[in-house]
């Protein structure tokens, strides 16, 4: 399988959705700006989101890709659709619980991420929007379940495009529900929680066709007999037994995403906001390359396990690591040197342009971010090359130390140094450095990972062109007064300065002697 080709269809598509969630949320901060209640939507949507990356996108399919591609390269169809009946049976049961204990446990949710809410007045509206939008774990759980299916079918563009509906669903609320909620004299950011669950209902209506296109359609049974059988299915209780170190290695994240959130909502109306408009800016590089070549490797790698294939396992983790640092290195730095121009470009107009301290803050804890973007999307791939050897302990204890030492950098940085939300993406920075760092180092101690030839040559190449791509927008960050441009202005010299940065970080690459080949070579 040509894996280059693979993840730039990934990549394409997750660029679409990326793009479209920019505009979002530059609607949003246009409409709403930071404000007590943002906060209380952004926490209301973080709680069914933590939830969904527990036990549908992270823990759920760590454990189910890997059983069910060795299962399709092993077992045949018929085992592999009892396998996929199975699993979805139990699964969709084990939401509807999770969804009636979330909803009547609204207010309980609400204080753990954000008791700071309180005292700014967007507590209440929190409870409430929790209550609309928890079924989306549903959706997205489901979503997750039919999108390792297509995986590993190497069905990848159903599962990379679904997200864009959201952002889609999302632009309609900020554009039609908004206004229509203020004449029914409804609270208008409301409107936004409504949109959160019409998306999640169409991304997961999609996932129809392209299952029965593969004859791999799920079929749930609802009947006390069907759920009886489906527990005694073995490959139930192997994603179970999967799961159960899975599911603390991936809390440990949601965990440190709740901290964060928690001391988010003490630093004033609006901090939970702005650490949110910020983390959207770093999710863009990390989405657009770790997530596209996590989903494009992680069933391949499973494959190569199977097979026992070790040298294109360590290929396939070659080519993803060298993919990686080529667009990561440099969208790190321009996070370093170009932060306040792109957030005054994105979301310097309406509600949010009324407060001068939103640009700074969110600009801020974007440079926090952008210390540690190349360990935050590495992590993407190498967590994946222990998945794939159904191997989850290594990362969890990984990931368990981390948290306390992102803890520790809390206590520095946050409370002792003062830097408020930058303090808390510095720390999340560091941590994800340290994570991706013990990780890698333990493949290669293990010998799953050899370097290959090259690499100080490599990674010479990659930090001249860097240095010389943020030596221009450093100079342009310098020279020009991006928070008091005219918009049109703006985002036509943004424009200009993005292309410009790939001019010069490409050329640079290619006058240091890197040839498009090279990066070819392992696809």
């Not at 609607?27 to 969904?52: H, K, W, Y």
């Not at 489901?142 to 999302?170: C, E």
């Not at 994603?239 to 603390?248: D, F, N, S, T, Y």
Request: glycine letters at 10%.
């Amino acid at each position: 399988m040509n894996l280059l080709k693979a993840a730039s269809t990934v990549s394409l598509l997750t660029l679409a959705s990326r793009i479209t969630g920019l505009v979002r949320d530059l609607l949003q901060a246009s409409v709403f700006g930071a404000s007590a209640l943002t906060d209380a939507f952004n926490v209301a949507f973080r709680i069914p989101n933590l939830l969904r990356r527990l036990v549908g996108e992270g823990a759920f399919s760590q454990a189910f890709v890997p059983l069910l591609a060795a299962s399709h390269a092993r077992d045949g169809d018929e085992a592999t659709q009892r396998l996929i009946n199975a699993v979805a049976t139990m699964l969709l049961w084990t939401l509807v619980v999770i969804c009636t204990i979330g909803i009547v446990g609204a207010p309980l949710l609400v204080w753990l991420m954000g008791e700071g809410l309180r005292d700014s007045g967007g507590y209440d509206h929190a409870v409430v929007m929790t209550r609309w939008m928890f079924p989306y774990i549903a959706c997205m759980s489901l979503v997750a379940l039919a999108a390792g299916i297509l995986n590993t079918w190497r069905r990848f563009m159903v599962p990379a495009a679904t997200p864009v509906l959201l952002n889609l669903a999302w632009i309609v609320a900020l554009m039609l529900g908004v206004p229509l909620f203020e004449r029914l004299g409804i609270e208008p950011i409301y409107a936004l929680a409504a949109g959160v669950m019409v998306g999640g209902v169409l991304q997961l209506a999609v996932q129809v066709p392209a299952l029965r296109r593969i004859n791999a359609m799920p079929r749930f049974s609802l009947s006390w007999r069907g759920v009886r059988a489906a527990w005694t299915h073995e490959g139930v209780h192997d994603v179970l037994r999967k799961m159960a170190p899975a599911l603390l290695g991936v809390s440990v994240a949601q965990i440190s995403q709740l901290i964060n959130t928690q001391i988010a909502s003490q630093l004033g109306a609006g901090a939970v906001s702005l650490l949110t408009y910020a983390d959207r800016l770093m999710e863009f590089p990390t989405a657009l390359l770790g997530v596209a070549l996590g989903v494009v490797l992680t069933p391949q790698l499973s494959a190569a396990h199977a097979r026992k294939d070790e040298a294109a396992y360590s290929g396939m983790l070659e080519w993803g690591l060298r993919q990686l640092l080529l667009v990561a290195m440099p969208c790190a730095l321009a996070l370093l040197v170009f932060a306040e121009p792109l957030v005054a470009t994105l979301y310097q107009r309406g509600a949010f342009a009324a407060d001068a301290d939103n640009l700074r803050g969110a600009a801020l804890a974007v440079v926090g971010y952008g210390v540690g973007l190349i360990g935050i999307v590495s992590i993407r791939i190498l967590a994946p090359g222990y998945y794939a050897r159904q191997d989850t302990r290594t990362p969890v204890r990984v990931a368990v130390a981390v948290l306390v030492l992102t803890q520790l950098f809390n206590l520095v940085f946050v409370f002792g140094g003062g830097l408020g939300i930058a303090g808390l993406a510095l720390s999340t920075s560091l941590g994800a450095l340290v994570n991706a760092g013990t990780l890698l180092f333990l493949l290669w101690r293990r010998g799953l990972w050899r370097p290959g030839p090259g690499w100080v040559r490599y990674l010479m190449q990659l930090l001249a062109a860097s240095a010389a791509m943020g030596a221009g927008l450093s100079w342009l960050n310098d020279h020009l007064d991006w928070a008091n441009m005219r918009e049109l202005v703006r985002i036509a010299c943004m424009a200009a300065a993005m292309v410009g940065a790939g001019v010069i970080y490409f050329g640079t690459l290619m006058l240091s002697g890197l040839k498009p080949k090279q990066l070819l070579r392992r696809g």
